[in-house]
């Protein structure tokens, strides 16, 4: 613990670096993450895909973050980066309960490993068909020796039990099951370990609509039991409008809007997001829709469009917006923006320094009082 | 551990007398499908109502597997209207592919056969019986009369030939005219622009990995579309498709169905979906119709029980609930199918009559019925 503070506290003497603020589990500041394209004789490195770009946002303990985007907007990406999965980033800053993870030795990151984990998108691919269920639940319960060899079965048996599997369902091999519970599974792998934080990666995607139900339901009760933080990335708004405390919109590697569920289905800001709510088909046959279409598909992260990426598909473009990058905004309280539309309207976050510090006075004032 | 004789278990002995008498059925079938030069009056027919374009009447299509024979589709009926799209609706293995498949005959032979029941396809002047239909004359009926958008792009596409020879294949194969080269391309260039691909020349020229899933989804519309069939099947055709990808494949659909007057059974279980798309719905559940009637119908009064838990577990933008609602339970084995309702062990709405066998179909209104105990007396009372 020493050790990482110390390295913390030279990391962090850098200009914009982020300030560990303890309400937030997990603070995410400029994270990139761009992966090489190989080419040519020796194969060297030709170009990057940006896979993640600029990505900010910070998630509350105890809260759900939704992630919403095409395929290969870098949700699954930002996903992984954050737990450290997939090598090293390109840049920015991931602070876990203050900790900046890629600071962490391996050692130590092992044993953050248990604080968080991540449920994966395919439940038929991501289990290994030759152990039985107990064994992939109890691995790494028993790797990290978080309970007594004598109490291990009771143990896995109970994180079982809350997972809605039986108790002799952990001699079976994952080939028996279904869909659903081999989710379920997944689910149970991931909290045996009690993480204080765990990323769904489309955890409903592949199943029915019936099946979905029952694992956001489940994901809903082990939230409130467990008092987990949830990053929930989909690409399904409606699931995302149920489970979410507040919404990040990615189009492209970039976060363009990410604010409260409420605030952004009531107001979405970016013409992105406008379109892309107006695309959710309602199941209501005599709903009118005031459908924005989006021509064309996502340009190439490898070789993104200058300025706004989002100004090749925009319809409300504008000049500037093709060769400056506009930058976050907060328009409403908690609801953040990054695109050029804006750029006139105030920024919260500017004025927050001010207005905080004229908030302490008056609440000194009404001490005194 | 494990019980030796639990549930589902077969003895090697069984399990060989199975396959053996399955052999009999199905080397049976599969001579009289085999047949050539079968007379047209032995598959000729007539549809009961001329205004539809495909008539599904008490189809039954089964595999007969090692382990027993899988019902996976136990007496559907339903029509196809002309010019009309209907939506076909259920969870994974209800045997919605099953039914569009049997249709095309591209059902997994020998194994999967049609065993009961007819397929209707109207031709114009004449009218087909698909399930006797010898394979060789099949040929000429898909493609030009009815044509299959297949679930996955990322699969469907060969990856070893470039876009225009596969759509290019197509139209060769099933043209009459006997097109040249040239006129088979542009025809091909033709198609892509009019699914929406801007750089259709270009495209032309590709192969499957350099498109993305829309642009893929585009060319396999484009490959169905190619013959103006009168039937298009599109089993599950935006589900590996983003929501903004979605909507554009969705507007596409409808402005082609309109421009060459084709009817369209739309597979999916996105009630989202259906609810934009379809003129009539068909709910399946476990190889059978539990519900059929137009969308409006459907959605405003969804009667039995299946359909409204179906419509209750999907969480809707704009509504909140704190808790979705889930089907308790799960889908019978479909080797051994109870022979009371099929939805009995999870419904929460049982009346008495629900201990006899399977409900036969109940009519709300002319196009509205049900097969569900819980609406018998009200055609008592009618």
Known sequence: MNMTEKTKGAKTAGTNALEYDPQYILQVKDLKKYFPIKGGLISRTVGHVKAVDGVTFNLKRGTTMGLVGESGCGKTTTGRVILRLSGEKTGGQVLFNGQEIYDLSHEQLRHLRTKMQIIFQDPFSSLSPRLPVGEIIGEAVREHHLVPKEEFNDYIDRVMDNCGLQPFHKDRYPHEFSGGQRQRICIARALALNPEFVVCDEPVSALDVSIQAQIINLLKDLQEQHKLTYLFISHDLSVVEHISDTVGVMYLGNLVEYGSTEDIFRNPLHPYTKALFSAIPVPDPHAKMNRIVLEGSIPSPANPPAGCKFHTRCANCMEICKHEAPVQKEIEPGHYVVCHLYDDAKDLSEEKTESTETAAADADVKKDE | MAKKHSEGYLSGKESRRISKENRKITSQLEKQHKRKNVPESEYLTQMHDPNNAVEFDNLHSYFFTDAGTVKAVDGVTFDVPIGKTVGVVGESGCGKSVTSLSLMQLLQRPQGQIVEGEIRLNLGDKAYDITKVPTERMQTLRGNYMSMIFQEPMTSLNPVFRIGAQVDEVIALHDKEGLSKEDIKARTVKLLEMVGIANSEGVYRMYPHELSGGMRQRVMIAMALACSPRVIIADEPTTALDVTIQAQILDLLRNLKDKINSSIMLITHDLGVIAE??????????????????????????????????????????????????????????????????????????????????????????????????????????
Not at chain 2, 302 to 319: C, D, E, N, Q, R
Not at chain 2, 322 to 349: A, Q
Request: net charge positive.
């Open chain 2, 277 to 382: 798309m379809a003129d009539y719905v068909v709910v399946m559940y476990a190889g059978r119709v539990v519900e059929k009637g137009t969308a409006d119908e459907i959605f405003s009064n969804p009667s039995h029980p299946y359909t409204i838990g179906l419509m209750a577990s999907k969480p809707v933008v704009g509504k909140k609930v704190d808790k979705l609602y889930s089907i308790p339970g799960k889908v019978p084995n479909p080797i051994n199918m109870p022979n009371y309702c099929y939805f009995k062990d999870r419904c929460e709405m049982c009346v008495k009559g629900c201990e006899g066998e399977y409900p036969h179909e109940i009519s709300l209104s002319p196009t509205h019925k049900v097969s569900c105990y819980r609406y018998y007396d009200r055609k008592a009372g009618e």
